[in-house]
């Protein structure tokens, strides 16, 4: 299975600073044929399900704002934010769907400091 | 719009069977692979299985592998999820979500929640 470590656990913000949310992958996502990184960011904020953010590593999902940036390949991936808002306080959640299982980071807590 | 509502949740003795239904809307169902995935309370999200938009190949997570059988019912624009064996590490919030192109989960239910307790 391809394990994956999100870092840190929880992090504090000042409101219009910038977050930076790393996602560590145990081996490779990136899809040589079609040099696609199977990686995804999800957003979940309490008592809701979870929502896409970014796909392909770095694609925005349509109606995501543009604050919200995601790179990287291979193995280690990062998720910006930047000029964060408060109504970015919310769980985000790396997922790789390379391969089976699609596997899940144990998440980061993202708090306004 | 895509709409995705789980039903079929609630309270079951170990060992015992449930069936989940996600009952879909707003696309074309039988274009696109499903999902399951689960979220104990307190806990962070466990992929759990995916069907093929043909129904042709399922996987599933080693925890529910044997156990657990997704199927679909393009008629119906139906997902659902036959969990046998129940036990209380089942416990959780159960979403069906969409497979976008790709694959990455690009529309999710609100889950229905699965107690497993005796």
């Known amino acids: 299975d391809i394990v994956m470590t999100q870092s840190p656990d929880s992090l504090a913000v000042s409101l219009g600073e910038r977050a930076t949310l790393n996602c560590k992958s145990s081996q490779s996502v990136l899809y040589s044929s079609n040099n696609k990184n199977y990686l995804a960011w999800y957003q979940q904020k309490p008592g809701q399900p979870p929502k896409l953010l970014i796909y392909?590593?770095?694609t925005r999902e349509s109606g995501v704002p543009d604050r919200f940036s995601g790179s990287g390949s291979g193995t280690d991936f990062t998720l910006t934010i930047n000029s964060l808002q408060a109504e970015d306080v919310a769980v985000y959640y790396c997922?790789?769907?390379?391969?089976?299982?699609?596997?899940f980071g144990q998440g980061t807590k993202l708090e306004i400091k | 719009q895509v709409q995705l509502v789980e039903s079929g949740g609630g309270v079951v003795q170990p060992g015992r069977s449930l069936r989940l239904s996600c009952a879909a809307a707003?696309?074309?169902?039988?274009?696109?692979?499903m999902h399951w995935v689960r979220q104990a309370p307190g806990k962070g999200l466990e992929w759990v299985t995916v069907i093929s938009y043909d129904g042709s190949n399922k996987d599933y997570a080693d925890s529910v592998q044997g156990r657990f059988t997704i199927s679909r019912d393009d008629f119906k624009n139906t997902l659902y999820l036959q969990m046998n064996s129940l036990r209380s590490e089942d416990t959780a919030l159960y979403y069906c979500?969409?497979?976008?192109?790709?694959?990455?989960?690009?529309?999710w239910g609100q889950g229905t929640l699965v107690t497993v307790s005796s």
């Open positions: 392909w590593a770095s």
């Open positions: 997922q790789q769907y390379f391969g089976t299982p699609r596997t």
């Open positions: 979500a969409r497979g976008g192109f790709g694959d990455h989960l690009d529309y």
């Open positions: 707003g696309f074309t169902f039988r274009d696109y692979a």
